[in-house]
């Protein structure tokens, strides 16, 4: 529960944040693009709806999720690893593995899908804001653009995605972290290693799974 809290709950601001600014700004450059008078003004939305659902809210949010989660993963693990404290549970016949880096994981795995609808729900909110307060679309015709021509996969889809960046940016965090050799400065770099490669990961993983279940 405290891991729960730590990655869940401590992330939810941020989240919000970023993801209702990117559904405001998306439904601006969206309708600054659709200027043809043969497109109607519920495509906006409709655009909105689906690029946050299948790739703004899973992986825009994952890249943050590395760049905060995976991070204070790494670098809480290697401060453990260089102060002996691991070492510790170990002699005491503690497997510290399973003590310190399956909480992380399990906690990661099941906050974040959480995090990834909660995301996708302020982006449209943070759209609809934006676009009818700037005249750009009427409330009504945002509405029509949500809910026009849904496909109910897309959501399913946007989960699976959550839950693998999920396990990989946790996997390879408490990677980096467990196994950090040196001091104080080796600490730091594998933070920075474990965002890296976290990022890496799940761009190559968004890749493959729109390649397999698309």
Do not use: H, W
Not at 105 to 115: E, G, N, S, T
Not at 171 to 185: D, E, L, N, R
């Amino acid at each position: 529960m405290e891991e729960c809290i730590s990655i869940g709950i401590n992330s939810v601001f941020l989240v919000a944040l970023v993801a209702f600014f990117i559904g405001a700004v998306t439904t601006i450059q969206t309708a600054y693009n659709l200027v043809s008078p043969l497109i109607p003004n519920y495509v906006i939305a409709l655009v909105v709806r689906d690029m946050t659902i299948l790739e703004l809210a899973p992986t825009i949010i994952g890249v943050i999720f590395a760049g905060k989660v995976g991070s204070s993963m790494a670098s809480g693990l290697g401060t453990m690893r260089i102060s002996e404290q691991i070492d510790a549970l170990e002699v005491m016949g503690i497997n510290s593995s399973s003590y310190l880096v399956l909480p992380k994981i399990v906690a990661a795995v099941l906050m974040y899908p959480m995090l990834v609808i909660i995301a996708g729900l302020l982006a449209m909110v943070g759209g609809y804001l934006a676009g009818v307060l700037t005249n750009v679309i009427t409330p009504t015709e945002y509405i029509q653009g949500i809910r026009f021509d849904f496909n109910e996969y897309t959501v399913t889809f946007a989960l699976i995605k959550s839950f693998a960046f999920a396990f990989l940016v946790s996997s390879i965090s408490s990677f980096k972290g467990y196994f950090t050799t040196g001091g104080a400065v080796e600490v730091g770099q594998a933070s920075t290693a474990a965002v890296t490669q976290s990022v890496i990961a799940i761009l190559l993983a968004d890749y493959l799974l729109a390649q397999l279940l698309l």
